[in-house]
């Protein structure tokens, strides 16, 4: 797997779509800092870590509202081979502020908010809405 973000946003995505009360994605320390926001951020009701295999499993359970998902969309920005890096003014908002871009810092993984309040930028990850 070459994009293990793209793969972890493609199996929330399609997970969303089939109306799937949760869904199961391969662990890794930057999956788990995503579901975190995520779960911070209302877009799921919960998380779990399973440790099955050597690396483990994250368990995500989707969030529907009168039987609509919360998540509408999500974009993959940055990608392998094509990274996008931005001054804390330069991160873009999504959706006027409705939606939350997600940026990897040196201060760890924060919100479009939290970057430009703590004054950092990073390499702009994802956007979610």
Not at 19 to 45: C, D, W
Not at 103 to 124: C, F, I, M
């Amino acid at each position: 797997m070459t994009d293990p973000i793209a793969d972890f946003l493609t199996r929330i995505r399609n997970a969303v779509r089939a109306h799937h009360k949760n869904v199961e994605i391969p662990a890794s320390r930057m999956k788990v800092g995503l579901t975190e926001i995520l779960y911070k951020q209302n877009f799921i009701n919960g998380y779990s870590l399973l440790e099955n295999g050597p690396q483990g499993t994250i368990r995500i359970y989707l969030r529907y509202k009168e039987g609509k998902p919360v998540i509408e969309g999500l974009e993959r920005i940055s990608t392998p081979g094509l990274r996008l890096y931005k001054g804390a003014a330069d991160i873009p908002r999504t959706l006027n502020g409705l939606g939350i871009t997600i940026v990897s810092t040196p201060k760890g993984l924060l919100t479009d908010a939290q970057a430009r309040q703590e004054n950092v930028g990073g390499e702009v990850l994802c956007r979610i809405w």
